[in-house]
C-alpha cells in the first residue's frame, strides 16, 4: 500500500503502476474465485432421480411377480447351449422337464426362481450355465392359479391370474355388480398354510364410490364370492 500513495502524483508512472495494482487484483479475484468453486465442484452429489426423492422405489417389472402355473408354456435358454434350450409346457403336477434336468417344479415359483435352480441343476453337467426363463404362453382360466369370481357379479367367471392384478381389474372383468349384490359383504377366499382364509372385501365402495383403498391385490387361485342383499 505505502508504494501505491509513493507513486500518487499525477506522473505516467502513477498510472502505471495504477494498472500493475488493477491487474494484480484481477488475478487475485480469479483465484479466490478457483478455489472457491473447486472444493464444490468435488463435493457436488450426482442428480438423484425424483422417484427416489419421493420415497417411491424403481420400477420394476411385473414379470418379476408372476408365479408360474400348471398348463404355462415355459421358454428355456441355456446362454451357448441351443441344445439344451427348449419349450417346455408346465404339467398338471406342477413340473417339467428339460434335457438334463428332469422332473424340476415349477409351478408356484417366479420365473427367475425357476432359472436360478436350472442353473444349479445344469452345472452339474456343463461350466458356469446361464439360464434365463420366459414365460412364453399362459394357462387357460381354468388352471388353478387362475382367479374365481362367483355370486352376484354380471358375469361370474374365472379369470386368468397375471402379475399386480387387482380385485378392481376382476370387477372390471366381469361386468361389475348386479343390482342385488351386497358389495361391501363380499369375501376374498385365500388358501394358506392347507386352508382357505376368508377376507372383507368392500366392492361396493370400491365400485360406486372410488375409493381405492377398497382394492386389494389378488394372488393366483383367490376366490371372490359376492353375497346378494337381505330384502
Same mark, same amino acid.
Given at each position: 500500500?505505502?508504494?501505491?500513495?509513493?507513486?500518487?502524483?499525477?506522473?505516467?508512472?502513477?498510472?502505471?503502476?495504477?494498472?500493475?495494482?488493477?491487474?494484480?487484483?484481477?488475478?487475485?479475484?480469479?483465484?479466490?474465485?478457483?478455489?472457491?468453486?473447486?472444493?464444490?465442484?468435488?463435493?457436488?452429489?450426482?442428480?438423484?432421480?425424483?422417484?427416489?426423492?419421493?420415497?417411491?422405489?424403481?420400477?420394476?417389472?411385473?414379470?418379476?411377480?408372476?408365479?408360474?402355473?400348471?398348463?404355462?408354456?415355459?421358454?428355456?435358454?441355456?446362454?451357448?447351449?441351443?441344445?439344451?434350450?427348449?419349450?417346455?409346457?408346465?404339467?398338471?403336477?406342477?413340473?417339467?422337464?428339460?434335457?438334463?434336468?428332469?422332473?424340476?417344479?415349477?409351478?408356484?415359483?417366479?420365473?427367475?426362481?425357476?432359472?436360478?435352480?436350472?442353473?444349479?441343476?445344469?452345472?452339474? /453337467?456343463?461350466?458356469?450355465?446361464?439360464?434365463?426363463?420366459?414365460?412364453?404362453?399362459?394357462?387357460?382360466?381354468?388352471?388353478?392359479?387362475?382367479?374365481?369370481?362367483?355370486?352376484?357379479?354380471?358375469?361370474?367367471?374365472?379369470?386368468? /391370474?397375471?402379475?399386480?392384478?387387482?380385485?378392481?381389474?376382476?370387477?372390471?372383468?366381469?361386468?361389475?355388480?348386479?343390482?342385488?349384490?351386497?358389495?361391501?359383504?363380499?369375501?376374498?377366499?385365500?388358501?394358506?398354510?392347507?386352508? /382357505?382364509?376368508?377376507?372383507?372385501?368392500?366392492?361396493?365402495?370400491?365400485?360406486?364410490?372410488?375409493?381405492?383403498?377398497?382394492?386389494?391385490?389378488?394372488?393366483?387361485?383367490?376366490?371372490?364370492?359376492?353375497?346378494?342383499?337381505?330384502?
Amino acid at each position: 500500500m505505502s508504494s501505491i500513495s509513493a507513486a500518487d502524483d499525477g506522473s505516467p508512472g502513477r498510472r502505471t503502476l495504477k494498472i500493475s495494482v488493477a491487474r494484480h487484483w484481477r488475478k487475485l479475484g480469479v483465484a479466490s474465485l478457483l478455489c472457491a468453486v473447486i472444493p464444490l465442484a468435488a463435493n457436488a452429489q450426482p442428480a438423484t432421480d425424483p422417484a427416489t426423492d419421493l420415497g417411491r422405489p424403481a420400477a420394476v417389472s411385473d414379470a418379476a411377480d408372476y408365479l408360474i402355473g400348471p398348463g404355462d408354456i415355459l421358454q428355456i435358454f441355456v446362454w451357448k447351449n441351443p441344445d439344451l434350450s427348449v419349450e417346455a409346457p408346465v404339467r398338471p403336477d406342477g413340473r417339467i422337464t428339460t434335457p438334463l434336468v428332469q422332473d424340476i417344479q415349477a409351478q408356484g415359483r417366479r420365473p427367475t426362481e425357476l432359472a436360478a435352480n436350472l442353473q444349479r441343476s445344469l452345472s452339474n /453337467y456343463i461350466q458356469e450355465p446361464v439360464v434365463t426363463v420366459v414365460v412364453k404362453g399362459f394357462a387357460a382360466p381354468g388352471n388353478s392359479a387362475a382367479v374365481r369370481v362367483i355370486g352376484a357379479a354380471v358375469t361370474p367367471k374365472t379369470v386368468p /391370474y397375471r402379475a399386480g392384478l387387482t380385485a378392481l381389474d376382476v370387477l372390471i372383468d366381469v361386468g361389475g355388480l348386479t343390482m342385488f349384490a351386497n358389495g361391501n359383504g363380499a369375501k376374498l377366499l385365500r388358501r394358506e398354510n392347507g386352508a /382357505y382364509q376368508s377376507y372383507p372385501l368392500r366392492l361396493k365402495d370400491l365400485v360406486r364410490s372410488g375409493d381405492l383403498k377398497a382394492n386389494v391385490n389378488l394372488m393366483p387361485g383367490d376366490i371372490i364370492r359376492i353375497p346378494e342383499r337381505m330384502f
